[in-house]
């Protein structure tokens, strides 16, 4: 028989929304404005995380952001050899990386890899002037040496444990719990 793993809630929709606010406003203190931004987002729960920041940088600072997409699974170092069969997703970058600011945006910073992933295939795309990193969550355990410019919340976690965000256009709820094995 299984044990039952137990869920412990970190942040509801409203701590969320909060840190949402605050990266939003930190992107645009660190970067002086929005001017030449544009932002992208990691499928899936990334993608939907990266449109809410845009909206809420473009009502700050009255411009249009464009917002991108993208899905890292065949940028993986790890997709011959862990996944048997890799669910492709769409990428969709349909404006000009070269000499933006790219704001790369994902639910969970773990290991780094999933940024690696997402730093080579931006490069693909063109040269942008520059490259941050903004995260719900930064949960630790890097193996690579990538860290995140904006972090909605420091969760410190053993390696065992999991981390599972849930996106209202995902999931019908915003929350983000740790399930202790």
């Known amino acids: ?4 793993q137990k869920a412990v809630l970190v942040m509801d929709a409203k701590t969320i929304q909060r840190a949402i606010l605050r990266i939003a406003h930190e992107i645009v203190e660190k ?16 993608a939907y995380l990266a449109e809410r920041i845009a909206r809420l940088i473009e009502k700050i ?22 996944l048997e069969q890799p669910l492709v997703q769409k990428t969709e970058i349909l404006f000009d990386v070269k000499d933006k600011v790219i704001i790369l945006i994902d639910d969970v910073l773990f290991t780094g890899r999933t940024v690696r ?3 080579d295939q931006i490069i693909d795309f063109g040269r942008p002037r520059r490259i941050q990193l903004a995260v ?14 904006y ?10 444990e999991r981390v599972k965000v849930k996106i209202k256009e995902v999931d ?4 983000v719990s740790i399930i202790k094995p």
């Open 172 to 175: 019908g709820e915003d929350s």
């Open 136 to 149: 719900l969550v930064d949960r630790g355990h890097r193996e690579l040496p990538i860290r995140a410019d």
């Open 1 to 4: 028989m299984p044990k039952k």
């Open 31 to 46: 970067n002086r404005g929005a001017e030449n931004m544009a932002v992208i987002g990691i499928q899936n729960r990334g």
């Open 61 to 82: 600072e009255k411009v249009k952001i464009p917002v991108g997409l993208m899905d890292i699974t065949l940028y993986r170092d790890d997709v011959q050899t862990k």
């Open 117 to 119: 992933a997402a730093l």
């Open 151 to 160: 972090v909605g919340k420091n969760v410190p976690t053993a390696k065992q």
